[in-house]
């Protein structure tokens, strides 16, 4: 008997349902795509940033929530998950933004450490390889008596059936099945090279369309990067390619002649705010937790407890 349908294996939907498991709820999770072939996939991901994006009224909470748990997952072997200092950078200067100071490991950058931005600092953060974050929490899932199948629902009333609860993670997608005309694809690109030598992450915080960033896991660092609202194509664009590499290798020489290994694409799921909610509906209950743009791995932990609260409730 299955207590929970997830709908969505990305890294919202696989935690919703190992925290629904591990709390005695019995949960399978539906998924279009395996979790290694979708947007949750593709992120960098820096789990220690600011939340200045994200303007619902919990998103500090479940930002304090989901990195509790990263830092103790970074602490663990096999987890995908580490701990990285790094520079954080902004063109607003000249003073590191108001929330810097209170980062872990925060110093401010000396003039040559800024390589020519106004303002930016150190810091230490966890950071997630995606790909082994994610082999990690479906492993945990299946450990927790979950189960991923793969399947496309055409409507969320179509696990109804299967259970009783149904939990809609579908990213992007997530407002088409909702009938949320308020959701928009935010396409990013990363490119993955081979990395020269790097153990600090950098990243330019502020900008809305392109941005300088690395990201070293192991030996491969994830280049960023950029953001294109209602854009929906998958496609690797060989152009913003050589404009990502170009401005990392400015930042940091050794990446200019790293062998690309590949390009990746991801939709984050854009909407004004994170929606996290019960529907109230004819056929069982669904609740919606879906809308993260770009913060969806950095909140992910925070949101999953709130769901199976809702559930429990
Ligand atoms: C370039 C880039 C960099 C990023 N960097 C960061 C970062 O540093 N930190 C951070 O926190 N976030 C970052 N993000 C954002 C983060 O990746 C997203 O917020 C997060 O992945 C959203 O997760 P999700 O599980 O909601 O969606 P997804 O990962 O898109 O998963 C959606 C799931 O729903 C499934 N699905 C869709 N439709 C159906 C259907 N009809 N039936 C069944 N299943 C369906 C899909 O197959 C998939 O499994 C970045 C994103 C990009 C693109």
């Given at each position: 008997?299955?207590?929970v349908v997830v709908v969505g294996?990305g890294?919202v939907g696989?935690t919703t349902a190992?925290a629904l ?8 999770v539906w ?23 994200e303007?619902h009224?919990d998103?500090?909470?479940w ?90 629902v055409?409507s969320l009333e179509q696990p109804t059936?299967?259970a009783?609860v149904v939990i809609n993670c579908a990213g992007v997608a997530g407002g088409t099945l909702a009938c949320d005309d308020s959701v ?85 799921p854009g909407r004004p705010s994170i929606r996290l909610e019960e529907q109230q509906v004819?056929q069982g209950r669904l609740i919606h937790n879906y809308g993260h743009g770009?913060?969806g791995?950095?909140m992910s932990?925070g949101c999953a407890l709130d769901v199976v609260k809702m559930v429990?409730a």
């Amino acid at each position: 008997m299955t207590d929970v349908v997830v709908v969505g294996g990305g890294v919202v939907g696989l935690t919703t349902a190992i925290a629904l498991n591990e709390a005695g709820l019995r949960t399978v999770v539906w998924t279009a795509e395996v979790p290694r072939r979708t947007t949750s996939a593709v992120a960098g991901a820096l789990l220690g940033g600011p939340v200045t994006a994200e303007p619902h009224e919990d998103a500090v909470r479940w930002r304090q929530v989901s990195l509790e748990i990263f830092d103790e997952l970074a602490t663990r072997p096999h987890t995908g998950v580490t701990a990285a200092r790094g520079r954080m950078v902004s063109r607003r200067g000249p003073q590191p933004p108001d929330w810097a100071p209170g980062l872990p490991g925060f110093a401010e950058c000396s003039p040559e450490e800024l390589a020519g931005y106004p303002a930016g600092f150190w810091m230490t953060s966890p950071v997630a390889d995606m790909p082994c974050y994610l082999d990690y929490l479906v492993d945990r899932l299946c450990k927790s008596g979950g189960d991923i199948e793969v399947c496309t629902v055409a409507s969320l009333e179509q696990p109804t059936s299967a259970a009783p609860v149904v939990i809609n993670c579908a990213g992007v997608a997530g407002g088409t099945l909702a009938c949320d005309d308020s959701v928009t694809p935010v396409r990013g690109q990363h490119v993955v090279v081979e990395n020269p030598g790097l153990t600090e992450f950098f990243y330019e915080v502020g900008p809305d369309d392109d941005w300088t960033g690395f990201f070293p896991h192991g030996d491969r660092v994830v280049l960023g990067g950029n953001a294109r609202r209602g854009d929906w194509n998958l496609e690797p664009d060989d152009r913003q390619t050589a404009d990502i590499v170009k401005r990392c290798a400015e930042i940091e020489p050794r990446l200019a002649d790293a062998r690309v290994i590949k390009v990746d694409v991801g939709l984050r799921p854009g909407r004004p705010s994170i929606r996290l909610e019960e529907q109230q509906v004819d056929q069982g209950r669904l609740i919606h937790n879906y809308g993260h743009g770009g913060v969806g791995v950095s909140m992910s932990w925070g949101c999953a407890l709130d769901v199976v609260k809702m559930v429990s409730a």
